[in-house]
């Protein structure tokens, strides 16, 4: 299978079929484009920060 590296996180990924080629992902061609700060980067799974997850929070009171 053909592959192309992708210019922002060097990993390899295909090239045929590939939308966001040179690219690996939407995630790296918005990094290139620099629109980190940008409202519109939104990837879901994607922990934008290291808040702790919702598992510890306490359990809401039952009625
Ligand atoms: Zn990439």
Redo the contacts with the bound molecule.
Sequence with gaps: MRTVR?P??R?E?AWQGNVYRP???ER?RTLDRGAWASETYHIAGEPADPTPAENDAPEPHKV
């Design positions: 992708c922002v996180c990993k990924a690219f690996c992902s790296c």
